[in-house]
């Protein structure tokens, strides 16, 4: 592990603040930052017309009142589109919901929202189907991220961004234009070659999911000795935020930040 045992484990907003906002809205984003979360996890897709808007699924029917694939679709179709009263439907006459700024995200957007925060804030940014655009989502990132001075780390000082992907290729293919940037390995399940904790060549973060760190919890130690920091994905659980902390665990991703960071401070 990187961080010294007197540090606290990293606490990533999945999506935003997404249990307490509709995810990837700007609302989730400023929750999260208001919670003092130390960074914000997003997943970037391409627009039909080349922009990164931050999207998890393939098709905009799950999140937003409109339908069709987001690489069909251009940034002005999907501005016409509501992000958030899905989460009001899915929650139910309970929820109160007070978020107002749900209309599509750019990563340019969280960008700007980021550098205005007034405080260190972190991203870690996963790339979304990258075969299938062959590139240019990588492209288009280092492009935005070098518009923000973020391409590559100030001198002396950890990167403030992380590039996250299931896929090692777009990984590769952000270290060989930027290779200052961390990237990070995601895995849902750990593959033969990875299993004394080996990552694909270059890559110095792993991102294994919290079913992984809970059936195996040694592998989290395989990680550390091979040199890797490890930040798990999605911990929303007390006992599995525990179970990582325990473990050393270096960054928690999850959707309550908020309630994570109460956790901590209090155990
Ligand atoms: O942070 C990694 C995690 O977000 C990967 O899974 O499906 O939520 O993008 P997913
Ligand atoms: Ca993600």
């Known amino acids: 592990m990187t961080h010294a045992p007197h540090e606290r484990i990293q606490v990533v907003a999945h999506r935003g603040a997404s249990d307490d906002a509709p995810e990837h809205t700007l609302a989730a984003y400023k929750k999260a930052i208001e919670d003092g979360a130390d960074a914000l996890e997003c997943d970037v897709r391409l627009t039909a017309d080349g922009h990164l808007v931050c999207v998890h699924d393939r098709r905009v ?45 750019t990563l340019e957007r969280l960008l ?16 979304k189907h990258p075969t299938r655009w062959a590139g240019q989502v990588e492209e288009r990132l280092l492009l935005l991220l070098k518009r923000f001075g973020l391409d590559t780390p100030p001198p002396g000082e950890p990167s403030p961004v992380r590039v996250m992907s299931f896929s090692a290729r777009s990984l590769a293919r952000v270290r060989a234009a930027s290779p200052g940037l961390p990237t990070v390995y995601l895995m849902q399940f750990v593959s033969p070659r990875h ?73």
């Open 195 to 267: 299993r004394e904790g080996r990552l694909p060549t270059g890559v110095g973060i792993a991102g294994p999911g919290i079913r992984i760190v809970r059936n195996n919890p040694g592998y989290v130690e395989k990680l550390a000795r091979a040199g890797h920091q490890v930040h798990v994905w999605t911990v929303d659980e007390p006992e599995d935020v525990d179970l990582c902390v325990r473990l050393g665990v270096d960054a928690i991703i999850t959707n309550r930040p908020a309630a994570v960071l109460r956790h901590l401070a209090r155990s």
């Open 61 to 105: 029917n799950r999140t937003s009142n409109g339908r069709g694939a987001v690489s069909a679709l251009e940034l002005a179709d999907l501005a016409a589109l509501d992000f958030g009263s899905w989460k009001d439907r899915e929650e139910g006459p309970d929820w109160a919901s007070s978020a107002t700024d749900t209309s599509v995200l």
């Open 112 to 127: 700007e929202l980021v550098a205005d925060a007034g405080r260190r804030v972190e991203l870690a940014i996963e790339t």
